[in-house]
Every structure is written in C-alpha cells, then in structure tokens.
C-alpha cells in the first residue's frame, strides 16, 4: 500500500517501535492517529515533530477496554474522516517467572491487553476498512508468539493468538481491498521492561553486557514494518534473531525450544 496521504492509526504510539512509526509514516507523508494509555509520552511525540504535528491526532486510550476502543472511530472522525490502516503495535510483557508462579492478575492483564486488545482495535475498525479503496490491518506478535521463551509463556501465548488471528484474517480478507499483514519482532532496543511496570529483567541485565548481542534499534524496526505494509507483505519478521529462530522451529521444534530453554535457564528464579 501506498503510505503518502493515508490515515494511519498505531497503537502504543508513545514508545520504542510505535513511536519510530509514527516518525517514519509522517516523513513519508501520512496523517497519523497516535495512540497510547500514557497522555505525556504522547505530548512528548506531539512536540517532537514540529510543524508536522498537523496530521497527528493524539488519543490516550487503554486497547484492553472495549468501550474506550468502541468510541474511538466516531472521535477520529471529527479530526481525520476515515482511516486507511490501522497498526496495531502496543503491548507489553509479564514479569520473568515461570507460570506456576505468575499470578492470575499478570496473566489477565498480558492477554487483555496483547490479544483481546487487539482483537477490540480488530472488530472496531474491520467493517470501516472495508468501506475504504484500499486498506490495511497489521498486527504485531513476536518471536515469543511462534517459539517457546521460558519466563515469558503466557506472553507468548498471547502473542501466538495475535499470530493466529491476523494469519485467519489474511485468509478470511483474501480478494478483498483489506491487506493484513503479522510482525514477528525479535530482541528490539526498547523500554518495554520498564513500560510493562516491571523492573530490569536478568535477562537484560545480560544482554547489556554481552557485547556480541545487539537488538535491533526500535527505527529499524519501523523501517522494516513500513517496507512490509509498502509491499503489502504478509509476514514480517525483523531481525536475524527472529527469521533465524523461524526457520530453525519449523525445521526441529523441539530442538528449538531446548536450545531457547537451556539460555533461559539461568536468568529464572531458582
Ligand atoms: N522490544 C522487543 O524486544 C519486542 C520483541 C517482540 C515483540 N515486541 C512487541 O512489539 C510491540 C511494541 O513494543 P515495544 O518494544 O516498542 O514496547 P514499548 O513499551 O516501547 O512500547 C509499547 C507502547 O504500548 C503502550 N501500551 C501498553 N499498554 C497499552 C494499552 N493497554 N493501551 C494503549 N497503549 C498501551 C505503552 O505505553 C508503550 O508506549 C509490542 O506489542 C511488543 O510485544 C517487542
């Protein structure tokens, strides 16, 4: 899809690849609707981007409430008219543990937000999608979403039923004017740690010292995503660790998994 004079809506806009989004969509000559539950990371985006800030509407909303989400189209329309693409990006982590010891509250709060988040921005938008010339759905999963992480199994969860969704829509919307497109992001240079309220897991406390494994900064990311949905791609998988990991999983899943589980290990609590 053509990006330049479009109205594109992203979800946790406020941060890391959202924000590297909206940047990206905005040089490229697209209306942006930014969205985030965090009103100053927004005002902060708002600021940053200079007289651009005319094609950028701002919307503190929480994806994981329906009603908020259900309300949003007649909002947009005051300021945008219609949408042409919806980006459906925020997201957070639970905390590093194991599930026997994850409490119900995390694990509400992880698919309410990753899955039946997406899902609400999903059902709200399809049927206006459909109205338009051409259009766009893209949602983003992770690594964690095709590939078992120890510590982080009901995020990936989470993240599996965002891939399975957007892998049925691709299907159901085949022939029609809506594209759909999954984002399979591996390690990527964010604070998602800090954002999901929890704090600096080993696991990153390790990677900081490893000088051999560098995430992928979060504007590559977006350049990655935004080169998809330009060739309306349906997956997009962004970063060596993720195409890597994608290719080793379909051919011995089983080795996969013991090899993420096995540099795991350590980084659980005992
Ligand atoms: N960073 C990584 O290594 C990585 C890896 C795989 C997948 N991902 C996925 O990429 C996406 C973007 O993550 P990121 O790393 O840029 O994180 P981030 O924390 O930098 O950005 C996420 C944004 O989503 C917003 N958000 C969180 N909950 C929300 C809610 N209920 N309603 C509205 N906004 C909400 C946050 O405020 C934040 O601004 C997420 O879906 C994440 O799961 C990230």
């Given at each position: 899809m053509n990006i330049k004079n479009k109205t594109i809506l992203v979800t946790g806009a406020g941060s890391g690849i959202g924000r590297e989004l909206v940047l990206r969509l905005l040089e490229k000559g697209a209306k942006i609707v930014a969205l985030d539950i965090r009103e100053a990371s927004l005002q902060e985006l708002k600021k940053s981007v200079g007289k651009k800030a005319d094609r950028l509407s701002t919307h503190v909303v929480d994806i994981s409430d329906k009603r908020a989400v259900e309300s949003l189209p007649k909002d947009i329309a005051l300021e945008h008219?219609?949408?042409?693409a919806i980006v459906n990006n925020a997201g957070i982590i639970q905390p590093f543990v194991r599930v026997n010891d994850l409490d119900y509250e995390a694990i509400e709060k992880v698919m309410n937000i990753n899955f039946f988040g997406t899902l609400y921005m999903v059902k709200t938008f399809l049927p206006l999608l459909l109205a338009r010339p051409e259009a766009y759905i893209v949602n983003v999963s992770s690594m964690g979403g095709f590939l078992p992480v120890s510590g982080q199994s009901v995020y990936g969860a989470s993240k599996a039923a965002v891939k399975l969704l957007t892998e049925g829509l691709f299907a159901e919307l085949k022939g029609t004017n809506v594209h759909v497109s999954v984002v399979f992001p591996g390690a990527t240079a964010t604070n998602i740690t800090e954002n999901s309220g929890l704090k600096e897991s080993k696991l990153q406390a390790s990677d900081s010292k490893n000088q051999s494994f560098v995430m992928l900064p979060a504007s590559e990311a977006a350049r990655l995503i935004i080169e998809g949905i330009e060739k309306n791609k349906p997956q997009i998988y962004l970063g060596k660790d993720s195409k890597l990991m994608s290719i080793l999983y379909r051919l011995s899943p089983v080795f996969a998994t013991n090899l993420i589980a096995k540099q795991m290990k350590s980084l659980l609590p005992k």
């Open positions: 008219g219609s949408v042409d």
